[in-house]
């Protein structure tokens, strides 16, 4: 059982979150902006302190490589992203690449025999919190691969003409990459014939590990998923001149039709099963005008199909009757089945994981990874850290040095079992 450095997980992290300091203990770090690029410089430097060789392909993906023994043998990479969310935390993504940092460290560092290369590579905008989508580079390099429904929502034109949501930036991604100094060439992407297994290591986002007592979680699979937005229409008017009991208000149908829902989808009597309304938009949103049109967002995620299909029933019962005197429609804006992890992979972690005496358990993920769209591509598996009251996305979130290092000593162990198993 080979163990990383505590103390150099801790440098790694404090260097990095100086990268976008927001001032609040947190970091702003957009992809491919100069904050991002300060990150992949120091990336760079680390990498090539050791003797890595970094690569970069035509969508700022980076690779650092040390070689194995097997010059023939395809690479096993360790991959995540360096870039957040506007003042999100020091760990959401950039772990990942510190993981990997540290773990090809520590196989320099002890000298450890392993046959096939090993990789970290940091994926661009993960986030999408700049240029949305979210997973939008791993999207472009799977969209091949991907469901129909999935790889419509990444095509590259689209993508590339990606618009800033926020002032003082080039006008879409394609002119982000065109200025960043870390675009390379298409052939250095990753791709199945240069790659044969990758992990994932991410602090969990949730509070589940740190309510069982335990550092690290072996992910099992990500949750399938769907969205929907639901929009209700009936009439603007005066707020201070029309009757009560003559009016269509949008918003007192939606959120007579939201109580409806959360009403409807407790019944099915599934705890596990999450949902969400984060997106509410009011029209015209003006206090002295009763609202004409409300639209809200529904995010449903849960492992069984056969769930979602029961959930999406009760979404388009919506539509069957009118609320508060208003209509209502229905819009899909994207959904995914669940993606399982690689059995082999899966199991390497949790070997690794009761091999380094951590308190450790199987565990699910809800939010989406770069990773599971790779994984259509080469087999893949995540390892997650135990995340300080579950927060994320946010300048408060927290995985000790102690937890991270774990999770880089879980990772490494696992790379190592892979090294042996793919020939």
């Known amino acids: 059982m080979y163990k990383c450095s505590v103390e150099r997980m801790a440098d790694k992290i404090n260097t990095f979150s100086k990268y976008g300091d927001a001032g609040h203990g947190g970091i702003t770090r957009y992809a491919l902006s100069e904050e991002d690029n300060m990150a992949r410089a120091e990336f760079v430097k680390r990498m090539e302190a050791i003797g890595a060789t970094i690569e970069m392909d035509d969508l700022a993906n980076m690779y650092a490589t040390i070689p194995g023994s097997n010059p023939d043998a395809k690479r096993i990479v360790v991959q995540s992203h360096s870039d957040s969310v506007k003042n999100g935390g020091n760990y959401d993504g950039i772990l990942g690449v510190m993981t990997g940092m540290e773990a090809l460290e520590t196989v320099v560092e002890q000298n450890i025999p392993h046959e096939h290369p090993f990789t970290v590579m940091i994926c661009t905008n993960e986030e999408g919190s700049l240029n949305p989508p979210a997973m939008m580079v791993s999207g472009i390099v799977c969209n091949d691969l991907l469901p129909k429904d999935l790889a419509k929502n990444f095509q590259y034109d689209d993508m590339m003409a990606s618009k800033p949501m926020v002032d003082g930036f080039p006008a879409n991604f394609g002119e982000m990459l065109k200025n960043s100094p870390y675009r390379g060439d298409k052939a250095n992407r990753i791709n199945a014939d240069k790659y044969c297994a990758m992990f994932e290591t991410h602090i969990e986002q949730g509070p589940i590990l740190e309510a069982n007592n335990n ?108 609320w508060a005197g208003c209509t209502a429609e229905i819009r899909e804006n994207w959904k995914r089945d669940t993606v399982y992890w690689n059995e082999d992979l899966k199991g390497f972690v949790e070997e690794a994981c009761e091999e380094s005496g951590a308190n450790w358990q199987k565990i699910q993920a809800g939010a989406g990874h770069d990773a599971q769209f790779f994984s259509y591509m080469i087999p893949t598996t995540m390892v997650f850290v135990r995340t300080k009251d579950g927060i994320s996305h946010s300048e408060d979130e927290f995985a000790t040095p102690e937890d991270c290092t774990v999770g880089a000593t879980v990772t490494l162990n696992a790379m190592l079992k892979a090294d042996k198993f793919y020939k």
């Open 215 to 322: 550092e690290v979680g072996a992910v099992q699979f990500v949750m399938g998923m769907f969205n929907y937005s639901l929009i209700f229409k009936g009439f603007a008017a005066h707020a201070g001149t029309f009757p009560m009991d003559k009016r269509h208000d949008a918003l007192y149908a939606a959120s007579q039709a939201l109580i409806y829902l959360h009403d409807e989808i407790d019944k099915l009597g599934r705890p596990e099963l999450v949902y969400t309304t984060g997106e509410i938009y009011c029209h015209p949103c003006v206090h002295t005008v009763i609202p004409d049109e409300v639209e809200f967002s529904l995010d449903v995620r849960h492992e069984d199909p056969e769930l979602r299909a029961k959930v999406l029933d009760i979404v388009k019962s919506v539509t069957e009757r009118k």
